[in-house]
């Protein structure tokens, strides 16, 4: 079993709808999670960033965790085609000795 | 959070023969990594590229085929060598400070073996 699983989709939306993407893990230890998003051909950048359980805001963003299930989950409001993009959950232990990525989510967002 | 510049950004190579990538970052790291993305699969972690002296490499990577150099806290090279077409991947460098949770990667190198 994987630390961590994400469905690689893709998954297609129209703009404006409310995305939602999700991890699960088995690794009760992971108490940092984090979200990156991925353009073709450039290197992941950090987009959300939480510690333990609850809910973090950032603009059209929310990033969920609920420790209790072992998932975290990504919610985007008002997609826009500029949101079209690989999205990938990461996970670490306290000491931050190591991150476990999930394989990403390719999601697409039509005009 | 810190400007990581990689380069190559992509490079077609023939068979065995060996390309080797910077890493340069606008300021000095506690940590600096290097992971490998294969298509539709999660980063997987080579090794952490350690100051002054050898990198920490993760199992089933060995100093042979991905040596790495790193002279001081803002740059760090990895190596690919006697090249096969199985290393064709995107490979990543990334930096965190020893302070800071957070992860921060570079723009990657979109590797062919021919």
């Known amino acids: 079993q994987k630390e961590v699983e994400q469905d690689p989709g893709p998954l297609s939306v129209p703009e404006g709808a409310i995305v939602s993407l999700n991890c699960t893990y088995s690794?009760?230890?992971?108490?940092?999670f984090m979200w990156y998003r991925q353009y073709s051909r450039k290197g992941p950048e950090l987009l959300m960033y939480?510690?333990?359980?609850g809910n973090k805001e950032d603009g059209r963003f929310t990033a969920q965790v609920d420790k209790s299930s072992k998932y975290i989950s990504l919610f985007i409001r008002d997609s826009q085609p500029s949101d079209s993009a690989t999205y990938l959950c990461?996970?670490?232990?306290?000491?931050?000795?190591?991150?476990?990525f999930g394989s990403g989510t390719k999601l697409n967002v039509k005009p | 959070s810190a400007v990581i510049s990689q380069k190559p950004s992509r490079d077609i190579c023939q068979r065995g023969t060996s390309l080797t990538i910077q890493c340069q970052v606008d300021?000095?790291?506690?940590?600096m990594f290097w992971y490998r993305q294969q298509p539709g699969q999660s980063l997987t972690l080579i090794a952490t590229?350690?100051?002054?002296?050898?990198?920490?490499?993760e199992s089933g990577f060995v100093i042979d085929k991905f040596p790495i150099s790193r002279p001081n806290l803002t740059f760090s090279t990895l190596t690919v060598s006697n090249m096969s077409p199985e290393d064709s991947s995107i490979y990543l460098c990334?930096?965190?400070?020893?302070?800071?949770?957070?992860?921060?990667f570079g723009s990657g190198t979109q590797l062919s073996v021919l």
């Open positions: 300021s000095q790291v506690t940590m």
């Open positions: 990334s930096v965190r400070d020893r302070n800071d949770e957070k992860l921060f």
């Open positions: 690794n009760s230890a992971f108490q940092y």
């Open positions: 939480t510690y333990s359980s």
């Open positions: 990461a996970m670490s232990e306290a000491n931050f000795n190591k991150f476990y």
């Open positions: 590229a350690n100051q002054g002296s050898e990198a920490t490499y």
